[in-house]
């Protein structure tokens, strides 16, 4: 069985595309999507986020939410914005941030490779979470937000990816975050046979967003293989809807940390349990960790530079190598007395998108008490921690820019 496939993708209609295409369902909130899809009766948003058209207070994860997706979905092929590709293929998409620009190429992938560990994840999954992308999936009978998987290096993919891109693209819509994505159609069949060919060679794919995603797409291969009698692996449920960049490509912002108090310590007192470990120095300025081990402190209207000892942050485990996991083991667990990240509420994130000013701004609030500044994780660091077979730390690394929704859905014949 091949790693990939190409799809028969369901799409925006020509010219329909800006309509159309929406920001992921997980990254606005309800009342972010309806302000996004307000006066915008084509936006994926009415799909992704359904309870923005049931009554205020609705349960978005209640058979009425997942029933209204499926009746939007519905109305936006009857009307002819979203239309079928009548032939499978490759899709060339790249997505055009700023001076930031990554090609990729949208998939249908294997689940089979993701059960064997060919395709690696490196985070923990939420049971509520994939229920709701399983119940999202059996309502549409489609998966419509892809993975986002990374490639090892492969200097013979990216050169026909770049090669498929030359010239104008098939679609191309701008969100109104600023940020272009653009597709090429591949059908060519010797280009479809080279990249599939290809993507066999690779070791492994790697999941960089999309863990739940990937996960319920594999709770229903399960459950639709187990209902057939004689199940071939070629069904379109047992592939699943993925973009692969090469891993260079990807840009990781920082994922920022801010808590509620500091355990009942002064600054002053604080800052000295921190020169235990850390080189501080007082900074004029906002301080973004230049390098791995280097954290920036905002507390008390001030900023600081912390470094930790070398000893102390060149470990050779690759998961406990992050400067995220650094950060809890050395003044969040033991100084700070926060533990599990996943549950305690005296901690918060902060995607890098959001800049450092929202850090000075939660504290200086009153809302927090602190914020810390990391170093953007690697995607060399990822995949490590993947082929280990272990996992991130919560909220560790911010994908940026992100895919869009709506612009290559999987049907489930």
């Given at each position: 069985?091949?790693?990939?496939?190409?799809?028969?993708a369901l799409?925006?209609?020509?010219?329909?595309?800006?309509?159309?295409i929406?920001?992921?369902?997980?990254?606005?909130?309800?009342?972010?999507?309806r302000?996004?899809?307000?006066?915008?009766?084509?936006?994926?948003?009415?799909?992704?986020?359904?309870e923005?058209?049931?009554?205020?207070?609705?349960?978005?994860?209640?058979?009425?939410?997942?029933?209204?997706a499926a009746?939007?979905l519905?109305?936006?092929?009857?009307a002819?914005?979203?239309?079928?590709d009548a032939?499978?293929?490759?899709?060339?998409?790249?997505?055009?941030?700023?001076d930031?620009?990554?090609?990729?190429?949208?998939t249908?992938t294997s689940?089979a490779?993701?059960?064997?560990?060919?395709?690696?994840?490196?985070e923990?999954?939420?049971?509520?979470?994939?229920d709701?992308?399983?119940?999202?999936?059996?309502?549409?009978?489609?998966?419509?937000?892809?993975?986002l998987?990374?490639?090892?290096?492969?200097p013979?993919l990216?050169?026909?990816?770049a090669?498929?891109?030359?010239g104008?693209?098939?679609?191309?819509a701008?969100l109104?975050?600023?940020v272009?994505h653009?597709?090429?159609?591949?059908?060519?069949?010797?280009?479809?046979?080279?990249?599939?060919a290809?993507?066999?060679?690779?070791?492994a794919l790697?999941?960089?967003?999309?863990?739940?995603?990937?996960?319920?797409?594999?709770?229903?291969?399960?459950?639709?293989?187990?209902?057939?009698?004689?199940p071939t692996?070629?069904?379109?449920?047992e592939?699943?809807?993925?973009v692969?960049?090469?891993h260079?490509?990807?840009?990781?912002?920082?994922?920022?940390?801010?808590?509620?108090?500091?355990?009942?310590m002064?600054?002053?007192?604080?800052?000295?349990?921190?020169?235990?470990?850390?080189?501080?120095?007082?900074s004029?300025?906002?301080?973004?960790?230049?390098?791995?081990?280097?954290?920036?402190?905002y507390?008390?209207?001030?900023?600081?530079?912390l470094?930790?000892?070398?000893?102390?942050?060149e470990v050779?485990?690759?998961?406990?190598?992050?400067d995220?996991?650094?950060?809890?083991?050395?003044?969040?667990?033991p100084?700070?007395?926060?533990?599990d990240?996943?549950?305690?509420?005296?901690?918060d994130?902060?995607?890098?998108g959001r800049?450092?000013?929202?850090?000075?701004?939660?504290v200086?609030?009153?809302?927090?008490?602190?914020a810390?500044?990391?170093?953007?994780t690697?995607?060399?660091?990822?995949?490590?921690v993947?082929?280990?077979?272990?996992?991130m730390?919560?909220k560790?690394?911010?994908?940026?820019?992100?895919?869009a929704?709506?612009?290559?859905?999987?049907?489930?014949?």
């Amino acid at each position: 069985m091949p790693l990939v496939r190409p799809l028969a993708a369901l799409r925006p209609a020509p010219g329909r595309a800006a309509e159309v295409i929406a920001p992921p369902y997980d990254v606005v909130t309800t009342d972010e999507a309806r302000a996004r899809a307000a006066g915008r009766p084509w936006s994926f948003l009415h799909v992704s986020k359904p309870e923005i058209d049931l009554p205020p207070g609705a349960d978005p994860h209640a058979p009425p939410a997942y029933a209204k997706a499926a009746e939007n979905l519905a109305r936006l092929i009857h009307a002819g914005v979203l239309v079928r590709d009548a032939a499978p293929g490759y899709y060339v998409y790249r997505v055009a941030a700023g001076d930031h620009v990554q090609t990729g190429i949208v998939t249908a992938t294997s689940v089979a490779a993701y059960e064997e560990n060919r395709v690696r994840r490196h985070e923990h999954t939420r049971p509520d979470k994939e229920d709701d992308r399983v119940r999202h999936m059996l309502a549409l009978n489609a998966q419509t937000g892809p993975v986002l998987v990374a490639y090892p290096r492969a200097p013979a993919l990216d050169e026909v990816l770049a090669d498929a891109a030359r010239g104008a693209p098939d679609t191309e819509a701008i969100l109104d975050d600023g940020v272009r994505h653009a597709l090429w159609p591949v059908r060519d069949a010797a280009r479809v046979v080279r990249i599939t060919a290809l993507f066999d060679e690779l070791p492994a794919l790697y999941i960089a967003d999309g863990h739940h995603r990937s996960a319920a797409a594999a709770r229903v291969a399960a459950a639709r293989r187990a209902a057939l009698a004689r199940p071939t692996g070629e069904e379109s449920h047992e592939w699943f809807l993925t973009v692969a960049f090469p891993h260079h490509e990807l840009r990781i912002l920082d994922y920022n940390r801010v808590v509620r108090d500091l355990a009942g310590m002064s600054i002053e007192a604080f800052l000295a349990r921190l020169r235990e470990k850390f080189a501080v120095v007082s900074s004029a300025a906002a301080v973004r960790p230049a390098r791995h081990g280097e954290f920036g402190l905002y507390a008390g209207g001030r900023w600081h530079r912390l470094t930790l000892r070398t000893d102390l942050a060149e470990v050779p485990d690759p998961a406990q190598h992050l400067d995220a996991n650094l950060l809890t083991e050395h003044v969040l667990a033991p100084v700070l007395g926060i533990g599990d990240l996943r549950t305690d509420e005296r901690i918060d994130f902060v995607g890098g998108g959001r800049g450092l000013a929202e850090l000075e701004r939660r504290v200086d609030s009153g809302a927090m008490a602190a914020a810390f500044a990391l170093y953007p994780t690697r995607m060399e660091d990822l995949m490590a921690v993947a082929d280990a077979d272990e996992v991130m730390p919560p909220k560790s690394t911010w994908f940026d820019p992100k895919l869009a929704d709506g612009l290559v859905s999987h049907v489930l014949d």
